[in-house]
């Protein structure tokens, strides 16, 4: 199973995006989701994560611009990004947070300064 993440794009510094990942059902219903991210020539990395009760983890440097979020309806989680830096230019995705899932292509995100 591959989940497909979206809503990346070229972004002006201090702008702001909301990322989406659609999950199956079966997926959604039981697994804590989780965005990562991979920076040009960086290893990928975390970047938070949402359990099924609606608990989240952002990591530290990213708390207090990165939200995320879940639609239990629609089966998909959110990734807004806020006041966003050239650094967070990366390719973005979503995952169970134990990587269980086949990684997608992601989505790009380019922040310009």
């Known amino acids: 199973v591959q989940l497909q993440a979206s809503g990346g794009g070229l972004v002006q510094a201090g702008g702001s995006l909301r990322l989406s990942c659609a999950a199956s059902?079966?997926?959604?219903?039981?697994?804590?989701m989780a965005w990562y991210r991979q920076a040009p020539g960086k290893q990928r990395e975390w970047v938070a994560l949402?359990?099924?009760?609606?608990?989240?983890n952002v990591a530290g440097a990213l708390r207090g611009r990165f939200t995320i979020s879940r639609d239990n309806a629609k089966n998909t989680i959110y990734l807004q990004m806020n006041n966003l830096r050239p650094e967070d230019t990366a390719v973005y995705y979503c995952?169970?947070?134990?990587?269980?899932?086949?990684w997608g292509q992601g989505t790009l995100v380019t922040v310009s300064s």
């Open positions: 059902a079966s997926i959604f219903s039981v697994a804590t």
């Open positions: 949402i359990g099924t009760r609606g608990n989240t």
């Open positions: 995952n169970t947070v134990d990587e269980t899932l086949t």
